[in-house]
């Protein structure tokens, strides 16, 4: 049984940091892109970022240059830091792989920036 755990979130002024984990179980991720998506209240599921196997990355552009994606296959673990956060970065963040024509999802940590 595959599951994706991810932890780390809170609360944080803006302008402060973050650092996400997602942990697989039931599956070894060496070899699989990995991706974030998140979600605000009352707006839909967004792409935040990806990693591929080789340890290539994409962003969105509204995280570009803040966020940063790793992944430590030894630990079967991947992470997001988020530097310079902002209010408009609150949302509900998902850690996501996608497997033989499968979609798998974490529960979702909560990011809440604010003052």
């Known amino acids: 049984q595959v599951q994706l755990v991810e932890s780390g979130g809170g609360l944080v002024q803006p302008g402060g940091s973050l650092r996400l984990s997602c942990a697989a179980s039931?599956?070894?991720?060496?070899?699989?892109?990995m991706n974030w998506y998140r979600q605000a209240p009352g707006k839909q599921r967004e792409w935040v970022a990806t990693i591929t196997s080789g340890g290539f990355t994409n962003y969105a552009d509204s995280v570009k240059g803040r966020f940063t994606f790793s992944r430590d296959n030894a630990e079967n673990t991947v992470y997001l830091q988020m530097n310079s956060l902002k209010p408009e970065d609150t949302a509900v963040y998902y850690c996501n792989l996608f497997y033989r024509t499968t979609n798998y999802w974490g529960q979702g940590t909560q990011v809440t920036v604010s003052s």
């Open positions: 039931g599956i070894i991720i060496s070899g699989k892109t």
